[in-house]
């Protein structure tokens, strides 16, 4: 039996599963498909200061092996997933990570803080990158020095693993990862969404109410792969909770082999909503089938040749 | 009651109108947790494009045969390929999903006789079959107002028909029944006294137009509800209506189609666009 367990910055995962932001709601909402308890680690819906609405309607479009959305964040605060979600994820024993946006500086701080507070979760996704809302969001993940000041004022506020997840829409991903990880970023989140559009030509307009969205699914996958594979060159030390399109176990292992430590099921959560147990029982089977008897020894395998 | 993921095999699949197709699955397990208005995914191929799962109701479901029917329209690419299936092929398919119409036995409905009327646009009238069935069996079969286009988009009106169900039609082309709009067709129903109590589904026009007329009748109203759906689990907060709230400082918030629907009640809704 090959040995699964890997560590994320600080964050111990009994395997390298687990789920991206946004894709997976509170985790419950699969408990039906997914047994819940046999994930490295649950990533948790987007999260805010305050409960936020999000976008108008439509949200999402479906392109050719993947998919626009524009949900605009929609959360019902830090406050609510503490009080109503939190409580029932507790009894899994899965850590839960929670990803956190702010519009400001100082909401990330407060951010960092509560949940530093909360004994139940264990890490914290900072996303500076989020293509969808006005405020913050895609500034603060594509300006190096912005993306810095809040990967420290999170630091600041929080002895837990802190996560930073880089926005592929940057000309050079290696420089946002030395920027965060300079300042004291545990691990490096990579990809979020690319940002795209799609146009309804019968009725001449976007598709999206927002116009853009962020794109996901098989279609980003060789961006993130390739994204994944420099910043473990560049930074070979650091940890890397890699996704973008992953959908089979194969896809899984190709981000381990390109430095990923722990890797994130997003948007084949909607095409399979098994999807993270198969991508799992893959890689189990892989490794038996490969003779390996450490995973970690698979990380960043493709650079040694 | 939990969902289950289900490789169903198709059982038979047919034409009704152009373009217009129905299918049915063996899904034992399936068909017994079904309510009606409730839908499934449906994976229609077992490749990366088209990618998402079809969101598609549920027209029909039989828990001793084991079977679970679907309408749908043929519109894009995934339910072209959907109408490729054959009898023998296995298909993917989830559920049953969401929340369904509120039912003859529920408690919350006004007293007095009550008269359903079920109002369908087009393929609209997928999910009203098996809601037309539990009021038959309490021996209230109800009324079908029936609209669309034409003729060729009126479809599973005998199976109503056979439940005792009276059927009156409207088509905007005069090809079958009035000449008009199915709100048209309310003009000259037999009331008899009854309360009516309206469950429709169709275009989102037609719904805010039942609805407009439930609320100046003081009539109840169910209705269900359409978005651009993709987990259809609630978690990915895609598919998103404005719903009434009254929660402080609030007025509406987001209320998710496919797990807090996709029926609501018509005055919950927020019809602004």
Redo the contacts between chains.
């Keep these: 039996m090959t040995d699964l367990k890997v560590n994320l910055g600080g964050l111990a995962m009994q395997n390298p599963v687990t789920t991206a932001s946004?894709?997976?709601?509170f985790g419950l909402?699969?408990?039906?498909?997914v047994d819940l308890r046999r994930l490295g680690a649950i990533v948790v819906?987007g999260t805010t200061l305050e409960p936020r609405?999000?976008n108008a309607?439509?949200?999402?479009?479906?392109t050719?092996?993947?998919?626009l959305?524009a949900?605009g964040l929609?959360n019902p605060g830090i406050d609510g997933f503490i009080k109503q979600h939190l409580p029932a994820l507790q009894p899994l024993g899965t850590p839960i990570i929670v990803n956190i946006s702010g519009n400001t500086l100082e909401e990330y701080g407060q951010l960092a803080a509560m949940i530093d507070a909360c004994e139940g979760i264990s890490a914290i996704e900072v996303n500076i990158s989020c293509p969808n809302v006005k405020q913050g969001g895609i500034q603060f993940g594509t300006v190096p020095t912005m993306a810095a000041d809040v990967t420290k004022m999170v630091r600041e506020h929080t002895k837990k693993p802190v996560i930073v997840k880089l926005s592929p829409n940057v000309t050079d991903i290696t420089e946002m990862a030395k920027a965060v990880v300079d300042v004291g970023a545990d691990a490096i989140a990579l990809i979020n969404t690319l940002l795209g559009m799609a146009i309804d030509t019968k009725q001449r307009k976007p598709q999206l109410a927002n116009i853009f969205g962020g794109l996901s699914?098989?279609a980003v996958k060789p961006v993130a792969l390739r994204m994944v594979y420099q910043v473990h060159r560049a930074l070979p030390a650091v940890p890397i909770l890699g996704m973008g399109g992953i959908?089979t176990a194969e896809d899984a292992i190709e981000f381990i082999m390109a430095g990923a430590t722990a890797i994130a099921v997003g948007?084949a959560?909607?095409?399979?909503?098994?999807a993270t147990i198969d991508i799992l029982e893959g890689i189990e089977a892989f490794c038996l089938q490969e003779g390996i008897n450490t995973l970690q020894d698979l990380v960043g395998a493709a650079h040694s040749s | 009651m939990q969902p289950i993921l289900y490789h169903a095999t198709v059982l038979e699949q047919e034409e009704l109108k152009p373009a217009i197709f129905r299918i049915r699955f063996m899904a034992p397990e399936l068909a017994r947790l079904c309510q009606p208005g409730q839908f499934i995914q449906v994976r229609v191929n077992a490749m990366v494009d088209p990618l998402l799962p079809r969101p598609i109701s549920i027209h029909d479901f039989d828990s001793e045969a084991g079977t679970v029917t679907l309408l749908y329209h043929r519109v894009g690419k995934g339910t072209a390929i959907l109408a490729q299936c054959q009898p023998g092929e296995q298909v993917m398919i989830w559920g049953p999903l969401g929340r369904g119409w509120t039912l003859p036995e529920a408690q919350d409905l006004p007293a007095g006789d009550l008269l359903p009327i079920y109002v369908a646009g087009g393929i609209g009238v997928a999910p009203l079959l098996s809601l037309a069935k539990a009021w038959s069996k309490v021996g209230k079969p109800g009324i079908l107002l029936c609209g669309g286009r034409c003729e060729e988009q009126l479809v599973a009106l005998e199976e109503f028909q056979a439940l005792g169900v009276d059927v009156d039609l409207a088509t905007e082309d005069g090809s079958a029944g009035h000449c008009g709009r199915v709100t048209a067709l309310f003009d000259h129903l037999p009331l008899l006294g009854k309360m009516p109590l309206l469950y429709t589904c169709g275009p989102k026009g037609m719904l805010k137009a039942i609805h407009e007329l439930a609320l100046q009748k003081g009539w109840p109203c169910q209705v269900s509800l359409e978005e651009r759906m993709c987990c259809g689990l609630g978690a990915c907060l895609s598919c998103v209506c404005k719903r009434e709230a009254s929660q402080e400082g609030k007025t509406w918030t987001h209320a998710k189609v496919c797990t807090d629907g996709p029926v609501f009640w018509s005055k919950e809704v927020i019809w602004d666009d």
């Design positions: 946004g894709t997976f709601g909402e699969y408990a039906p498909f819906k609405e999000g309607t439509p949200r999402m479009a479906e050719p092996a993947g998919m959305n949900i929609q699914g098989p959908t948007t959560n909607f095409v399979n909503p098994k």
